[in-house]
């Protein structure tokens, strides 16, 4: 692993620090200050005649991310999570030797180190630390790639994510929107009441989604366990134990393929609502895009690659209408099953002879609407072939109370009125199992639990669920769902990711 040569020389300088009485992996620390916090507050130092205060003494660390090295004195970058912050170091400032022997020869780029000293502005303008002690916390054995602007290689950038951070500032920049969003996501539902509830991960049946699930084994219990693809038929159990307002923030996992809005875990906020229907979630899913919008201080005109989504123009269509209006299909072909077969097949797409006229029409979404849907729309008025958990309506019994929000071409969310006539459930289970029967191995299983427990009433509900990763896509403007996980699922490599990385070096 440390075979390299120039890991080896590292190493080496490490042993030397150690011969010097330098620890190269110390574990104290007198840091008192961020980057951050020291750029602000000494903000006023230029105004200053001499634009420097040696009465203010601070202690920051960081890692070398830039290093100068001169005859006398050096200039030096650090980084911390805050920022980065210019460092003047200067032989007479320091122990004696320490600068010669120490500094100039056994630290390096990528080493995190801790200096004392105090603000002052130099020549070109720039506030700066002038350093009066300086100690390493770490030694860095691996180099850094030299290319400042940090790493290219996507595939680099996502095996080694810990390298990715430390080079690129704007994907730190991401992952803590991502944390801000699902905060912020946490503090909105409990600030409208709903509790948040925890549900097995793993799962006797895999329910509460259309998918195709990943399969365990309990060795204790000597049965296979589903990892679960969503959480909504045990929250919704928790709406017939009385509670009235449940969430769930947590992972999913789905045994399908990988693409740019495709992972094989995922995170999601699911939540249920008594005495609520689709359309309360509408208004409610308006309030919580204002609020994250308010809160991450983003533009309601928010750029998206090319494209410009207007925050302020929220559309409602049913999705037949939809097919029409939007998609461009034919108005006299749309209710009629053999005439979807022949128009998918004129347009020279695949398409499943034994699907019911409801998967067919969501095939006619699938192709013809749902990349066009730029403005938030929320799609409304399912079949009831393709939701089977969703309530029918009362005025129309082949469609459902259910919507979907599109945003810039992209499904964001999936939201109906629960389905709580028990009779009703069992029948569309069956009606899943039958499909399944035919080859749909991402149809529902029967969950024989959740229909009793609906025997028992569950008072009219809506729910809804909410892909995180899809939403932080949106608000960073990002274009692959990896760039949004820390740790995306990876192909394994044939070869060592370690040779990769020092081509990137190079």
């Given at each position: 692993?440390?075979s390299?040569?120039?890991?080896q020389q590292?190493i080496?300088k490490?042993?030397v620090l150690r011969?010097?009485?330098?620890?190269?992996?110390?574990?104290?620390s007198?840091?008192?200050?961020?980057?951050?916090?020291?750029?602000?507050?000494?903000?006023d130092?230029?105004q200053k005649?001499?634009?420097?205060?040696?009465?203010?003494l601070y202690?920051?660390s960081g890692r070398?991310?830039?290093l100068?090295i001169?005859?006398?004195?050096?200039?030096?970058?650090?980084?911390?999570?805050?920022?980065?912050?210019?460092l003047?170091?200067a032989r007479?400032?320091?122990?004696?030797g320490?600068?010669?022997t120490?500094?100039k020869k056994?630290?390096?780029?990528?080493d995190?180190?801790?200096v004392h000293g105090?603000?002052?502005?130099t020549?070109?303008?720039e506030?700066?630390?002038?350093a009066?002690?300086?100690?390493?916390?770490?030694?860095?054995i691996?180099?850094l790639?030299?290319?400042f602007?940090?790493i290219?290689?996507?595939?680099?950038r996502y095996?080694?994510?810990?390298l990715?951070?430390?080079?690129?500032?704007?994907?730190?920049?991401t992952?803590?929107?991502?944390?801000r969003?699902i905060?912020?996501t946490?503090?909105?539902?409990e600030d409208?009441?709903?509790?948040?509830v925890e549900?097995p991960?793993?799962h006797?049946i895999?329910?509460?989604?259309?998918?195709?699930?990943f399969v365990?084994?309990h060795n204790?219990?000597?049965?296979d366990?589903?990892l679960?693809?969503?959480p909504e038929l045990?929250l919704?159990?928790?709406?017939?134990g009385?509670f009235?307002?449940v969430?769930e923030i947590?992972?999913?996992?789905?045994?399908?393929g990988?693409?740019?809005?495709?992972?094989p875990e995922?995170?999601s906020?699911?939540?249920y609502?008594?005495?609520?229907?689709?359309?309360?979630?509408?208004?409610i899913?308006?309030?919580?895009?204002?609020?994250?919008f308010?809160?991450?201080k983003l533009?309601?005109?928010?750029?998206?690659?090319?494209?410009?989504?207007n925050?302020n123009?929220?559309?409602?269509?049913p999705?037949?209408?939809?097919?029409?209006l939007?998609?461009?299909v034919p108005?006299?072909?749309?209710?009629?099953k053999?005439?979807i077969i022949?128009?998918?097949?004129?347009n020279?797409?695949d398409?499943?002879?034994?699907?019911?006229?409801?998967?067919?029409?969501g095939?006619?979404?699938?192709?013809f609407v749902?990349?066009?849907?730029?403005?938030?729309?929320?799609?409304?008025?399912?079949p009831?072939?393709i939701s089977?958990l969703?309530?029918?309506?009362?005025?129309?019994?082949?469609i459902?109370?259910?919507?979907?929000?599109?945003?810039?071409g992209r499904?964001?969310?999936?939201?109906?009125?629960?389905?709580?006539d028990?009779?009703?459930q069992?029948e569309?289970?069956?009606?899943?199992?039958?499909?399944?029967?035919?080859?749909?191995d991402?149809?529902?299983?029967m969950?024989s639990?959740?229909?009793e427990?609906l025997?028992?009433?569950?008072a009219?509900t809506?729910?809804?669920?909410?892909g995180?990763?899809?939403l932080?896509?949106?608000?960073?403007?990002?274009?692959?769902?990896?760039?949004?996980?820390?740790?995306?699922?990876?192909?394994?490599?044939?070869?060592?990711i370690c040779?990769?990385?020092?081509?990137?070096?190079e």
């Amino acid at each position: 692993m440390f075979s390299n040569k120039f890991i080896q020389q590292r190493i080496e300088k490490a042993n030397v620090l150690r011969e010097a009485g330098i620890n190269p992996y110390s574990n104290q620390s007198q840091r008192n200050t961020t980057i951050e916090k020291f750029l602000n507050v000494n903000a006023d130092i230029e105004q200053k005649e001499d634009k420097r205060d040696a009465t203010r003494l601070y202690v920051v660390s960081g890692r070398i991310k830039f290093l100068r090295i001169m005859g006398k004195a050096s200039f030096v970058k650090i980084e911390d999570e805050s920022g980065m912050l210019q460092l003047y170091v200067a032989r007479d400032n320091l122990a004696e030797g320490f600068y010669n022997t120490i500094f100039k020869k056994n630290i390096e780029v990528g080493d995190i180190i801790e200096v004392h000293g105090y603000p002052f502005v130099t020549g070109q303008g720039e506030l700066s630390l002038h350093a009066d002690d300086l100690k390493i916390l770490t030694k860095a054995i691996s180099p850094l790639p030299e290319k400042f602007h940090g790493i290219t290689d996507k595939e680099v950038r996502y095996r080694k994510r810990y390298l990715d951070l430390i080079m690129n500032t704007e994907v730190r920049k991401t992952f803590q929107t991502r944390s801000r969003v699902i905060s912020l996501t946490r503090r909105f539902f409990e600030d409208k009441g709903f509790l948040e509830v925890e549900t097995p991960m793993m799962h006797p049946i895999a329910g509460g989604a259309n998918a195709k699930p990943f399969v365990t084994h309990h060795n204790a219990l000597d049965v296979d366990r589903y990892l679960r693809i969503a959480p909504e038929l045990y929250l919704k159990r928790l709406i017939v134990g009385g509670f009235e307002a449940v969430f769930e923030i947590n992972r999913n996992f789905r045994n399908e393929g990988m693409d740019a809005t495709h992972n094989p875990e995922f995170t999601s906020i699911e939540f249920y609502w008594a005495y609520k229907t689709y359309k309360d979630l509408i208004e409610i899913t308006k309030e919580y895009f204002q609020y994250l919008f308010e809160h991450l201080k983003l533009p309601t005109l928010l750029p998206y690659g090319d494209l410009k989504v207007n925050f302020n123009n929220f559309q409602e269509i049913p999705l037949i209408e939809s097919l029409t209006l939007i998609g461009g299909v034919p108005s006299d072909i749309v209710n009629n099953k053999a005439k979807i077969i022949a128009y998918l097949k004129e347009n020279n797409l695949d398409v499943n002879e034994k699907m019911n006229l409801g998967q067919l029409q969501g095939e006619l979404f699938d192709e013809f609407v749902e990349e066009k849907l730029i403005d938030p729309t929320f799609i409304t008025e399912y079949p009831v072939e393709i939701s089977p958990l969703a309530r029918r309506s009362d005025t129309n019994p082949e469609i459902t109370e259910r919507f979907e929000l599109f945003i810039a071409g992209r499904e964001i969310a999936n939201a109906f009125s629960e389905l709580n006539d028990p009779l009703d459930q069992l029948e569309r289970f069956e009606g899943q199992m039958a499909a399944k029967d035919c080859g749909d191995d991402e149809a529902h299983e029967m969950d024989s639990d959740f229909v009793e427990a609906l025997s028992y009433g569950m008072a009219p509900t809506a729910g809804q669920g909410i892909g995180i990763d899809r939403l932080v896509m949106l608000l960073t403007n990002e274009h692959s769902i990896r760039d949004v996980l820390l740790f995306p699922a990876m192909k394994p490599l044939n070869g060592d990711i370690c040779e990769e990385a020092s081509q990137e070096e190079e």
